[in-house]
């Protein structure tokens, strides 16, 4: 389950208010409730899509506001909420329109006129009620904010009681000799081992992102999309993952569809292990490749397409661009722009495939150029489908990466994706993603 309260705030000068607020709220509601970026976020996960995800399915966001907060610089000189790709109002905005729970919290002496002259698509966050953390009477004023926060969110106690209880209702069954392990209802024929079972059950249910409610079981593993998001996307489920080690005897390979492995150029040899295993096991394989804006993209394409040697019936390459890459490129958008289409293109003529573009709606910017002739997959965490507006022109998607961090037993942790359509559909597209060379 994704944690329900989101903290907000600025590293300078917050950052060790947001600590002590975090630290407060995890002793009532438990670790796993609360997302703070710094303790949240592991090395390495998409950091846009994660924060995305994590406020889609919060049910209060704290804005924790400093005095100075609205009138931060941004290193540039200019006040940092006034640049559009400013993390802390990009956060805000994406809370205020999920309709999630939203309370200014006052610390350091600041006022609630810190909440004045907001950008528009951050204005109504003045209209929210306010709570105020004094140094002087920190933990009155602290229990006040958790008090109004466990009317929405379980505190750790009561979230325990019910699983206490069902333990010993197994228990009491099992010594009773009447248990019986029930699995998830599958087309495809079940292994009997412990680990097999366990790797089927996660994937079908423990691992669950996104959450249902009196939603009918499906046939196939779900990993906790709704039915009807389902019925829009067709049966095919993917997982995206850095290279590792599957268990393979352990895993049933019939749960997934395709899966793409990132080619990290340091692992170039664990990366050949794995990219040779997913075939031998019969899986549908595809490589990505994370795109630097400040470095050589002619160069990255090479290096890719040295070490990935694609087959007819893979899937195309994709390019994954990351916002804090983009972001620390100190680029100009339309640099950005010729250079992905630089690296794109070099793609396109050394494999003679048509790559993927990988992307999350608030990282793209129109002034990249128009990419909609390149297939997109995007990545949005939420309860319904990706729907519009996409990024840039693009009207349509072909992949949808519902679900990060999914910690499978046999597989490890990895991000969850759906394929938009079915078998026919997917085998389909690797013959369309064909291009002369």
Not at 344 to 349: K, N, S
Request: glycine fraction near 6%.
């Amino acid at each position: 389950m994704r944690p329900k309260i989101f903290v907000c705030y600025r590293r300078q000068p917050a950052g060790g208010h947001a600590g002590r607020i975090r630290d407060d709220l995890a002793k009532r509601f438990g670790e796993d409730q609360i997302f703070q970026d710094v303790t949240s976020l592991r090395a390495g996960a998409k950091y846009r899509a994660e924060i995305e995800g994590a406020i889609a399915t919060a049910s209060v966001f704290l804005v924790v506001i400093h005095q100075g907060w609205s009138s931060h610089h941004a290193a540039d000189g200019t006040r940092a909420l006034d640049h559009p790709d400013d993390f802390v109002r990009l956060e805000i905005r994406a809370a205020l329109s999920a309709g999630v729970r939203t309370i200014p919290v006052l610390i350091q002496g600041a006022r609630e006129s810190e909440l004045a002259n907001l950008p528009s698509d951050i204005a109504s966050l003045a209209e929210r009620q306010s709570r105020e953390l004094r140094d002087t009477s920190w933990s009155s004023d602290m229990k006040a904010l958790s008090d109004e926060i466990a009317t929405v969110v379980p505190t750790r106690l009561k979230r325990m009681l019910p699983i206490a209880a069902a333990v010993a209702l197994v228990l009491m069954i099992a010594g009773a000799g009447f248990y019986r392990a029930r699995h998830w209802p599958s087309h495809e024929p079940t292994t009997t081992t412990a680990t097999t079972a366990t790797t089927a059950t996660t994937i079908a249910g423990t691992a669950r992102t996104l959450e249902t409610k009196n939603e009918p079981a499906p046939s196939l593993p779900d990993f906790g999309v709704p039915a009807n998001v389902r019925a829009l996307t067709g049966p095919l489920i993917g997982i995206d993952m850095l290279p590792g080690r599957i268990e393979w005897q352990s895993f049933e390979t019939s749960t997934i569809d395709f899966a793409y492995v990132a080619f990290v150029p340091s692992k170039k040899e664990q990366f050949q292990v794995f990219w040779s295993d997913l075939r031998q096991h019969g899986i549908r394989r595809g490589a990505y490749l994370t795109f630097y804006p400040a470095r050589d993209p002619i160069k990255q394409a090479d290096t890719f397409v040295e070490a990935v040697r694609l087959l007819d019936d893979d899937l195309p390459p994709t390019v994954d661009l990351e916002a804090t890459l983009l972001e620390k490129a100190n680029l100009s958008p339309a640099e950005i722009g010729a250079k992905l289409r630089a690296c794109l293109q070099r793609l396109e003529a050394r494999t003679g495939r048509r790559p993927i573009i990988y992307t999350v709606r608030t990282a793209w910017r129109n002034e990249y150029g128009d990419f909609s002739m390149y297939p997109l997959w995007v990545a949005r965490i939420t309860k319904t489908a990706p729907l519009l507006p996409l990024p840039g022109n693009w009207t349509n998607w072909k992949i949808w990466q519902v679900a990060l961090d999914t910690n499978v037993p046999a597989l490890g942790v990895v991000d969850v994706d759906y394929f938009n359509g079915n078998r026919d559909a997917i085998d389909g597209f690797i013959a369309q993603s064909r291009v002369p060379h």
